[in-house]
Every structure is written in structure tokens, then in C-alpha cells.
């Protein structure tokens, strides 16, 4: 029996040193990983240098692209033109986005050659407004930002200093070495940013008065990988759809979450060679077919039925529908990737096809026509699943704009909807490291068709050197047609560097913002944005906890 002396030394079967032999080995194990992480720390530091990702100052969208501070307490705001229309609902509308720790997103240089990220990267900060209106019908407005305090967050911030070596593209040496060094030091290959989107499950949120992240959701245990940005919930049920891929296998896994959120009632993996990621990660094939699979909600991987289709890169998908023998898939479609690998070498600047923009000179249909065509637009696929038959078309012809980060009346999710909304980019505005940028909105009617090559499409354009981001669809309290609601949206305006928010009138799409709200604070553009309805009491500021 060991017992305590009273200088609290643990006394073990009268070992002399004090300790068991077991735990002196505990001891000597605890002693070489943690002598082991600071040689590791200190070849990285004496080997890679972290210096800025190269950006133009001079671009305005980039300046919009930098960094901004947690602004540590709520802020009320006064500065709004029009009215907020009496039907909007109470409620909070949120907007991911990457604001990257130390000044920005980070590359390195080392013996091994240069690596660096994508402007896709960057710790997730949240950007919020909330609506409150009180008895007499007054609203009040509040923002606040923070960022999404995930573990790699806090390991980074920590350390006070850049650790993630970048691996998404570069030098094919200095990636594989960095993506090495990321999983003997910390576990995993990247860092977990979580910028990408935010959604509600069982009424679960963020603390969503101070924005603080409370811990990971992993459905009780059942969940042991990667979330994907885009899960779809199952209308009537609330069931949620989602998905994972990784480095190793299984390399994709799906599964259902039930309504609550606590549990995962079915999920199938697959170590199909066609789904092996590369050390790359990313890496888009023009050569042979896609292939899209179908399977039933409750299915395994031998349920799926397989269609090729034509290589695209879809991003984003606008919605799927059951009708008669065919699935529907509508999507945002483009014949490259808009992502680069890491083959591209150091040379990150100048991966882009030559399509990706006319030649000098040369109108922008020289960009665009088929078969020719980076920017996405919609498309459509039918897959039979009796004849195994695949229909597919463009939705929209070369003279619309490019369109990407659809959004649907979210009661529609996996039903045949009529309208559509989309971000609208513009060919010619967009920086030279492939940041797109949207100067408007579009509306789309899936049922009428202008001519035999395009469906009818509504655009709502911005002024000029004004964008958007995270574009959401907030349906309206007693609301009776699919489109009674409206689109808000973050916009910033590239000549003044002034951030605001719009809410357009989806029954009357082409007029005027019918609310813009000046706001206190530049808001970078991002990524998703998602509105969620609840009753809130704010009066000022106060009501809202300070943050930490």
C-alpha cells in the first residue's frame, strides 16, 4: 500500500527514487516527447521562414481582404437608411469568413523550396447582426464580431506565433515536408480554420450573444472526422445530411444525424479508388468522366447507383429534387478548378488558365463560351434511375454573368423549388490570386424559360466597386409563395472602405435595398451567411455580455 509523507511525495513499494517503476517509464516517455516537440519546434524555426502572403496593396479587394480585431464589445447601430420592413423576423444573421491571426495568412521559405496557402484560409471569425423590435414596433440593431476559437486556434494563439506550415500549394518538396512536419508536431496535416459556414441543428448554436465557441460537436463520439460546410436538412424530419473526406482511409463517410443532434442513425464509408485523396489534396481532372452517385437516405455503399457525367467543378450545389424516375441536380457548375495544387510550384500567381480571362483586348465572350468557361453558372443534371440514362445542360447562357454561393427557401431542401438566388461575380473584377469578387445578386426561375438556352434570370447589380458576401435567404413570418422573403447580405464599397449590410426584397428583386445599414466596423468579405430567427429583448449594447 503506497502512502503520503508529509512533504507529498508518493512512496511506492519502497522504491528509492519515490516513484514505481511503471510510472518512472510514464516519466521518461512524457520527458523524450516533450524533448523531442522542442527539437522538432526548433529545426522548424531554424529552417522555415514565415513572411506575408504576397499580396497587391494597390488592389482594393485585397486592402477589404486584410485583417480586422475582435472589437471586444457589442456595438449598437444608428447610421440605418429605410425601414427594416415589419414582417422581418427577429433574429441573428451570421457570416463566416477567414481573418488570419498575426497580419495575415502566412507562406514560408526554406531549404525545401516555398509553400504556400490559399486565400481561402485564415482562422473563422464570425460577423453578426442581431434585430430586435420591442412592443411599439421599433427595431433595434446590434453587431459584434469574434473569432471561432477552434483547438488549432488556441494552439497558435498560444504560441503567439505562426506554427501551421502552409502545404495547399508550392513547391512539391516543401509541401510534402510541411505536411509531415504539421502531423509529427501537431497531429494533423492542417489547421482546423472553421471559416466556411455556420448552421443550427437542434437548436444549437455558439453562445450566440457573446459568439463564444463551446466545444466541438462530434454527435456523442459517433463523428470522428472532418464536417462539411454544406449539410443539408431533411425537410419534415430535421434529420441532417453530412459528409467527410480525409488524407486516409475511409476517404469519404457520410451520414445521418438525428433532429437532436445526438445521434448518428446510419453512415457508410468508401475506400473507392476514385475517391483517394493525394498527398496534394486538391486536384482537378479534365480527362474522362465524374461521377455522381444516388442512394437511398438509409443506405450503405452498396445501395449507391453511380452516373458519369462530364468533368465540372462544382462547388456548390443550388438544390436536389425526386421527379418520377430522374433526380434532379442543380449546381453551380465551371470546367476548371478555381483551387490550384500544389504542382503548381512556387509560380502562385500563375496558375489561372488562359480562359480564366479574355486575352487583351478581346471581348469577354472570348472567356466564356462553352467548353470554355472557369466561372460557374448554373447547370443541371438528370439522372434515371430506372435506364441509368444522364441529361445535362447549361441553365443559363454565355452572355449571363458568372454565379456562384446559391441559396433556396430553406423549406424546399431536397424538393423541386422555382427560384434560386446567387451571388453574381464579374469576370473582369476579379485579383490576380483568384479571390472572385460579387457585385450583385440574381434570382433565378427554374420553371420559365426565356429561349431554348436560358432560364429566366433577374439581376439585382450593386454600384459600382461594391461587393458582397455571404448572401442569405430569410423566408417571411406568414409567408404563403416560395419567394416571400427576403436576401440580406454583407456589402463593402471598395471607393470609401465603408461595410454595410442590404436587404433586398426577393418579391421585388430589381428595385432598391429596401433597408441598408451603415455599419460601425469594415466587415472582410467571407464566405456563408445564415439567418436564424429568435426572439430577442435588446435595448442597447448592455444587453449583450461583453466579451472576454
Not at 265 to 285: C, G, P
Not at 402 to 414: K, L, S, V
Request: net charge negative; glycine share 8%.
Amino acid at each position: 500500500m503506497p502512502f503520503l509523507t508529509t512533504k507529498s511525495t508518493f512512496i511506492f513499494g519502497g522504491s528509492p527514487f519515490g516513484l514505481a517503476p511503471s510510472t518512472r517509464i510514464d516519466v521518461l516517455k512524457a520527458a523524450v516527447k516533450n524533448t523531442s516537440a522542442k527539437l522538432l519546434d526548433a529545426f522548424v524555426d531554424s529552417t522555415f521562414e514565415f513572411v506575408d502572403y504576397p499580396l497587391d496593396p494597390l488592389d482594393p479587394s485585397q486592402t477589404n481582404a486584410a485583417t480586422v480585431d475582435e472589437i471586444k464589445e457589442a456595438a449598437v447601430i444608428t447610421n440605418i437608411h429605410g425601414n427594416i420592413p415589419s414582417e422581418f423576423p427577429q433574429g441573428v444573421y451570421i457570416r463566416k469568413g477567414p481573418n488570419p491571426m498575426f497580419g495575415g495568412l502566412k507562406s514560408t521559405k526554406s531549404i525545401f523550396g516555398e509553400s504556400s496557402p490559399l486565400w481561402i484560409e485564415g482562422e473563422g471569425m464570425l460577423h453578426a447582426l442581431y434585430f430586435s423590435k420591442n412592443i411599439n414596433g421599433n427595431w433595434t440593431v446590434v453587431y459584434n464580431n469574434r473569432h471561432v476559437e477552434t483547438d488549432t486556434f488556441k494552439l497558435e494563439k498560444l504560441r503567439n506565433k505562426p506554427s501551421f506550415l502552409p502545404v495547399i500549394q508550392g513547391d512539391p518538396l516543401a509541401v510534402c515536408t510541411s505536411f509531415l512536419l504539421n502531423l509529427v508536431r501537431f497531429g494533423k496535416p492542417l489547421k482546423n480554420t472553421s471559416n466556411t459556414n455556420i448552421f443550427e441543428q437542434s437548436g444549437k448554436l455558439f453562445d450566440i450573444l457573446t459568439l463564444e465557441a463551446l466545444d466541438d460537436w462530434d454527435v456523442n463520439g459517433a463523428w470522428n472526422r472532418s464536417f462539411t460546410a454544406h449539410p443539408k436538412r431533411v425537410p419534415g424530419t430535421g434529420e441532417l445530411v453530412t459528409m467527410g473526406i480525409a488524407v486516409t482511409k475511409p476517404f469519404v463517410e457520410v451520414g445521418v444525424i438525428s433532429a437532436d443532434g445526438k445521434e448518428l442513425f446510419t453512415s457508410w464509408n468508401s475506400i473507392d479508388a476514385h475517391f483517394a485523396m493525394r498527398l496534394e489534396l486538391i486536384k482537378y481532372e479534365s480527362e474522362g468522366n465524374a461521377r455522381i452517385g444516388i442512394m437511398p437516405r438509409y443506405g450503405d455503399a452498396d445501395s449507391i447507383q453511380w452516373f458519369k457525367v462530364k468533368p465540372n467543378c462544382t462547388f456548390h450545389v443550388i438544390n436536389c429534387f425526386e421527379d418520377g424516375d430522374e433526380v434532379g441536380v442543380w449546381g453551380c457548375r465551371a470546367l476548371a478548378s478555381v483551387v490550384p495544387g500544389p504542382d503548381q510550384g512556387s509560380k502562385k500567381l500563375e496558375w489561372f488558365p488562359t480562359k480564366f480571362k479574355p486575352a487583351p483586348g478581346k471581348p469577354i465572350e472570348d472567356a466564356i463560351l462553352e467548353d470554355h468557361l472557369l466561372f460557374p453558372r448554373p447547370y443541371e443534371r438528370r439522372l434515371n434511375v430506372q435506364t441509368g440514362d444522364v441529361k445535362e445542360r447549361n441553365l443559363t447562357g454565355p452572355n449571363h454573368f458568372p454565379m456562384d454561393f446559391p441559396m433556396i427557401n430553406g423549406a424546399f431542401t431536397g424538393l423541386r423549388n422555382k427560384y434560386g438566388y446567387t451571388q453574381v461575380g464579374h469576370c473582369d473584377s476579379s485579383p490576380a490570386p483568384g479571390m472572385e469578387r460579387f457585385g450583385g445578386l440574381a434570382k433565378v426561375n427554374f420553371e420559365e424559360e426565356n429561349n431554348e438556352v436560358s432560364i429566366k434570370v433577374e439581376y439585382h447589380i450593386f454600384e459600382k466597386n461594391t461587393y458582397c458576401s455571404g448572401a442569405a435567404f430569410d423566408p417571411k413570418e406568414g409567408g404563403v409563395e416560395e419567394d416571400d422573403g427576403w436576401i440580406i447580405t454583407f456589402v463593402h464599397h471598395e471607393d470609401t472602405s465603408i461595410s454595410e449590410a442590404y436587404i433586398i426584397d426577393t418579391k421585388n428583386f430589381l428595385n432598391e435595398p429596401v433597408t441598408k445599414i451603415t455599419l460601425p466596423f469594415r466587415v472582410p468579405y467571407g464566405f456563408h451567411g445564415a439567418f436564424m430567427p429568435i426572439q430577442l429583448q435588446i435595448t442597447d449594447s448592455s444587453n449583450l455580455m461583453k466579451l472576454p
